[in-house]
Each structure stands twice: as structure tokens, then as C-alpha cells.
T-cell receptor
Framework: EAQVTQNPRYLITVTGKKLTVTCSQN?????MSWYRQDPGLGLRQIYY???????DKGDVPEGYKVSRKEKRNFPLILESPSPNQTSLYFC????????????FGNGTRLTVT | KNEVEQSPQNLTAQEGEFITINCSYS?????LHWLQQHPGGGIVSLFM???GKKKHGRLIATINIQEKHSSLHITASHPRDSAVYIC?????????FGTGTSLTVIP
């Protein structure tokens, strides 16, 4: 089954404790991206990747890192999480940027205390 | 600044009603996407379009490139259509999203 898999679904952590949210897709998609969703603000793009070893900042990259060492995986890294990073995070992939539908993971609800 | 504006923010309809959700955008786009998010959070892609009109079952999406405007129509609405509908535009490598329209269809 074609899918984007995010883990974990829920994560509660404390300020400053490094964490990684994993994202994997099995559709051989070139494009992968991360978003955060906050009430009243909607979805905002954090980082995106056009291909292996090619990543770039979206609208709200501060406090986040990503890597794309393999085509299928695109982890989101929070080196020193802060409470303002409490949010619902989504990973998505598509075959061809802007010209193909986006496939979303199920989301990760992160709480930083 | 908001690259994508949606209206209305909230919408309540009786079962069977015809529903329209509007989306206006201010940037040049490669394509416009309509997404659906159910309670519980999962997001699915309903339509991707760069011109004209698309239809899938009871859902119809239209786009007017010159006016930078798109509409999502739901005919014969049903309680299972209750969800948040999100308009998104792709501008090459980046995506911008509206804040969503929360639709509730009452039996």
C-alpha cells in the first residue's frame, strides 16, 4: 500500500531534549516536506527536499533541522525543543513538485513542556 | 501576509444542501490543491488543478487563473462530508495553505 509513515504519533518531551520525528515513503517520490499546523495559522512549511542531499528552508525553519540521505526517508530533528514548537506536524511527499498530489503522513502531535 | 485566503471559516449545512467553499491566492502558482482533514487529523488530497474544472463524485473543483480564485463545491451534502477543507497552492518548490473551512453537515 502506498503510504507516508510518520513516527511517533504522539510525543511529550521537555525543553532542550533533542528529538527526531521520522518520515518514510514507499512511493519513490522525489519531493518530501515537513509542515506544522497551529490553530488559526493553518499549515506552514518548515523544510522541503527535492531529492537526496537536496534540502531547503520553508516559511518557518527556525529551530528545526532535516536530512535526506536516502530517497525514502526525511527525518525532522529538533536539537533543542522549546514550548513554542508544541504543534501538530505533518510530513508529505509528491512525485513532482507542484504538479502532483501531496500524500500526507498521519501526523505527529508534539508537546514540549 | 496571507498568500492564501479561504472563506467561509466555518460552515454549517443541512444534509442535502449544495455547499461552496472559496479560495483566493496572491502568488503565481504551478497548481492548486484542495485537501480534506477529518477529526483525528489525517489529511487527504481531494483535487489538484491548474486550470478549468475537475469532478469526483459529488465534489467539484474549479479554478480561474486570471482571477486567482478557486471554488470547491459539494453537491447533495452528507454528514460524512463534515471535515476541514484546506486550500493549498504550490509555487514551484513551496506550498502555502489557507487556514481551512470547517464544515459541519447536520442530518
Amino acid at each position: 500500500e502506498a503510504q507516508v509513515t510518520q513516527n511517533p504519533r504522539y510525543l511529550i518531551t521537555v525543553t532542550g531534549k533533542k528529538l527526531t520525528v521520522t518520515c518514510s515513503q514507499n512511493m519513490n517520490h522525489e519531493y518530501m516536506s515537513w509542515y506544522r499546523q497551529d490553530p488559526g495559522l493553518g499549515l506552514r512549511q518548515i523544510y522541503y527536499s527535492m531529492n537526496v542531499e537536496v534540502t531547503d528552508k520553508g516559511d518557518v525553519p527556525e529551530g528545526y533541522k532535516v536530512s535526506r540521505k536516502e530517497k525514502r526517508n526525511f527525518p525532522l530533528i529538533l536539537e533543542s525543543p522549546s514550548p513554542n514548537q508544541t504543534s501538530l506536524y505533518f510530513c508529505a511527499s509528491s512525485a513532482l513538485t507542484g504538479y502532483s498530489p501531496l500524500h500526507f503522513g498521519n501526523g505527529t502531535r508534539l508537546t514540549v513542556t | 501576509k496571507n498568500e492564501v485566503e479561504q472563506s467561509p471559516q466555518n460552515l454549517t449545512a443541512q444534509e442535502g444542501e449544495f455547499i461552496t467553499i472559496n479560495c483566493s491566492y496572491s502568488v503565481g502558482i504551478s497548481a492548486l490543491h484542495w485537501l480534506q482533514q477529518h477529526p483525528g487529523g489525517g489529511i487527504v488530497s481531494l483535487f489538484m488543478l491548474s486550470s478549468g474544472k475537475k469532478k469526483h463524485g459529488r465534489l467539484i473543483a474549479t479554478i480561474n487563473i486570471q482571477e486567482k480564485h478557486s471554488s470547491l463545491h459539494i453537491t447533495a451534502s452528507h454528514p460524512r462530508d463534515s471535515a476541514v477543507y484546506i486550500c493549498a497552492v504550490g509555487t514551484g518548490n513551496q506550498f502555502y495553505f489557507g487556514t481551512g473551512t470547517s464544515l459541519t453537515v447536520i442530518p
